[in-house]
């Protein structure tokens, strides 16, 4: 068995009568783009400050490469962390703000200029070197940041909300390019993120978190197509539930459903019900259709086959079996 470059063990947090992070197990594999998801207030950013070593547990332990750190301050663990607000020095220029941690560890002038350009050219800023941050945009400082933190060439790298500043566009590509970085060096990252096309997006696999635990681990694939509670199917994509007297109505039988909203169709027969609201989104328009059973329901259609359903329309809703999820199931109803 392989040693997981991080291993969290019944890791607790408490401020106050707050229980931020109240009982995590986890183990994050070397080399995995692993995702943090979760809504605000969930424990996401305490649990990489603990696995920093920014704060210390209230129980519980830290393990990095198999080697226990609860105890070790920051600089002792083999970690560096990356926040949103860059955090520049805005008097040095970009090749001197990624050199500063090789600087104070005192590594000779040559081999640190060497590094830091090796740096750069993996963030795709090799010609940018002798800007000041100021003259960047917001992706390229975020960028910097990064080339800042891979220079120390830790085994684990620490990503809180880092493309919470950009505005869609940037995020979009910034998304794809930190994906790539990450194959490149290889370094283990943990993103911490409330944006779940985000997690979907980049990431190995994705812990979904709700207050102060983790309510499922999995694939992107497998947290989306196969939700363990109506939380994760709520949080990861649209819900659209179907329980108690609509499941039987619809399902035809007991128990918690869901039916994401691209598998749906706004056909001539299914499940009758009124569209309460038409919301156009360019390539996309979602329908909010009440069915008379008793469940709210969204439908994503592509425009180019919409219907012209509109509002206050009666109109009948169809899917295949297959795509009716059990939640908490081990598979599809
Ligand atoms: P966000 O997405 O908003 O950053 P999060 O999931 O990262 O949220 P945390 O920042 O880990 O959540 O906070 C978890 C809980 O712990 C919250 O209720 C927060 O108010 C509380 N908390 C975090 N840090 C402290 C602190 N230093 N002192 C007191 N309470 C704190």
């Known amino acids: 068995m392989r040693t997981p470059a991080i291993h969290l063990s019944g890791l607790r947090k408490s401020f106050g009568a707050v229980e931020a992070v109240a009982g995590i197990d986890l183990e994050i594999d070397d080399g995995e783009f692993f995702s943090m998801l979760g809504p605000s207030g969930s424990g996401k950013t305490t649990v990489l400050r603990l696995i920093a070593g920014f704060d ?3 129980a519980g332990t830290v393990s990095l490469s198999g080697r226990e750190v609860t105890k070790l301050p920051p600089y002792e663990r083999d970690v560096n962390t990356v926040f949103q607000d860059y955090a520049l020095f805005p008097h040095l220029s970009v090749i001197e703000n990624v050199e500063y941690g090789l600087k104070v560890r005192k590594v000779p002038r040559k081999q640190r200029r060497e590094r830091a350009e090796q740096a750069l050219a993996a963030v795709r800023l090799a010609d940018f070197g002798a800007r000041r941050p100021r003259a960047m945009s917001g992706g390229q400082r975020q960028r910097v940041a990064l080339a800042r933190a891979l220079v120390n060439r830790p085994k684990v790298l620490l990503l809180d909300e880092p493309l919470g500043a950009l505005d869609l566009k940037l995020r979009e590509q910034m998304q794809v390019e930190l994906k790539q970085i990450q194959r490149d060096v290889g370094i283990t990252f943990v993103f911490v993120t409330h944006d779940q096309d985000e997690a979907l997006t980049m990431s190995d696999r994705v812990a979904v978190f709700e207050a102060g635990r983790i309510a499922q681990v999995g694939t992107p694939e497998e947290v989306y197509e196969r939700p363990a509670s109506p939380f994760v199917a709520g949080f990861v994509g649209t819900s659209n539930l179907l329980t ?3 499941a039987r109505t619809v399902v035809g039988r007991d128990g918690t459903f869901s039916v994401r909203p691209e598998k749906i169709t706004i056909g001539a027969e299914g499940a009758p019900g009124t569209v309460s609201e038409v919301i156009y989104a360019g390539p996309v328009t979602r329908f909010v259709v009440d ?3 008793g ?3 969204v439908v994503v259609e592509q425009n180019r086959r919409a219907g012209k359903a509109q509002r206050g329309d009666r109109v009948q809703l ?8 059990e939640i908490g199931g081990d598979r599809a109803a």
């Open 244 to 246: 108690g007297a609509a």
């Open 56 to 58: 210390r547990p209230t």
């Open 295 to 297: 469940a709210r329901m």
């Open 291 to 293: 069915l008379d059973a």
């Open 318 to 325: 169809t899917w295949q079996q297959e795509h009716v999820i």
